[in-house]
């Protein structure tokens, strides 16, 4: 658990691209966020206060979050000297990086010394268990995609902020490391050792309220041969009572494997509710969510309403509409 | 890489259940053992020779292979002393345990003393890459269960020696610890971290002769929710083009699972085939595998006569019958 809330380093992040990270933490929860701290050369601003370390804590942060990607996978003196004042003061640092806060012994000897924590949310920090299928109180709703990266993720927060407008109980649950930093907790899947997959997604929905909803981050996609595992430890371990169908259509292969086609949202529904209904035989498809950005907006509008009319279910483009009318399908399960 | 010939190290097992690993590299490698060493109050006698560590060395043997279970997790005192003075005689140690042979100072300390290698078989000792989907040449083939534990290590090393005795070119690739002590290579894929698992089973089952067989050690079920993940990944990543269904009649339910209950083989065949058309849309199911080791003769052969009829496929036990029909099966195709 990362505590908020946040100074965002951006460092010297060329563009908003190399600052992902920060900008999803930003749109997504606004409330995290004390301000930015940029440092000469930073071509991006998040438009927060810009705001010296000091300024930071004074304000009530209590973690400086790396938002940026750094070039070469080294972390750069320039980098180092701020992260280590900020341990000074009293920041705990979090990070998504490749190569990890840990393996920095000057960082690792500074957080010792001032009692702060490094989080590098690439790697558990939980031991969890194996999965027991046992049924658990409360609602899950998981986004499974025709391939990888087709805006689930998006969905999902999308999906989370549309349910607490509408004064339902939702739970946003992270699955991937930009997720985890944006609420500050979650399970970084694809690290997870193989046996321990579904446990940690039971780990990370547990019991709830009966009109609670866990909104369960998708990873991957069960059609990805690279990455289908992980999609069904999801499915497995999250027993969603709900899934909703993630979809981009311009794609012409799946991602990273040219030799391979997407399959039809059809498909997707088929057999993913086969094998979500082996832990919850109640689950059904709600939703459809569809990845417009590369279409013009009638081009996305008249997709859409066809996909609509094929598939008889709610189908938005969360980004441009978004993510109501999902919330409604869940509201009415 | 495990170097062999082994000598086989039984200590105080005292029965053969708690020396299963030991029994099955004499019975499915019996050309990998040179003897066995057993402790003061050992209850079970492989039939091999008993020799000192100095005898087994002379003999040829180059590991010390740990094929017993100890309890309480702790590696006692008089194995630790067999084990020093096993590295200080010029073996290898390999091991399955849970607590690690590289956790052990002392062991460490003498092996690295002594220049020789300690084998965790439980744990990766290889960086896999991401899976690629590519195709690869040469042929493969996997054993998916209706459940853990139904006998499909057993029933890929019943195949692989019947396809080696009709001639024909096969390769045994274990994924579990004690098809990776027997064989002495192999993927501990429950240890693998997730992003990497069906990497590692393509890494395992690489580009062979058109003619050649991988038979790919399954692990769990598509419908067991605490490991399907990792039997997807050897779907995907093994890109089989031949399927064997393994089954266990008796069970009440789904190993660990009480609330869960068995599949048909039909619903097997349907939902294994459906996903592992995905990464390779020529795989067949060619033949079923029953463990009928709780049944008598007669209901046995009954049983398989039934299922043979109703499922269209040569239908045996390989443990009474061997596996000659499944490689005749799989030479057809």
Known sequence: MIRTPYLLFLGDAPDALAAKVAYGIRDWRPENCVGQYRLEGCGTDLGLADMSLSEARAAGAETLVIGVANRGGVISQAWKKVLVMALEE???????????LRDEPDLVAVAEATGRALHDVRVPEVAYPIADGVKRRGKRVLAVGTDCSVGKMYTGLALDRAMRDKGMKATFRPTGQTGILITGDGVPLDAVVADFMAGSVEWLTPDNEDDHWDIIEGQGSLFHVSY????????HG?????LILCHEPVRSHMRGLPGYSLP???ALRDTALLLAR???????????SINTQHMSAEDAER????VEARMG???????????DRLADALAAL
Chains 1, 2 share one sequence.
Do not use: K, T
Request: glycine share 12%; hydrophobic share 45%; with cysteine.
């Open 313 to 323: 279910l709610p189908s938005v483009d969360p980004f441009r509409q978004g993510a």
């Open 264 to 266: 039809s949202l059809e």
């Open 303 to 306: 997709y859409l309403q066809e």
């Open 278 to 288: 082996m832990a919850n035989p109640a689950c059904e498809v709600v939703g459809i």
């Open 238 to 242: 999250g027993q969603p009572d709900a």
């Open 228 to 235: 289908s595992g992980v999609s069904l430890a999801l499915i």
């Open 90 to 100: 009293g920041f705990d640092l979090a990070s998504g990086l490749h190569n990890l």
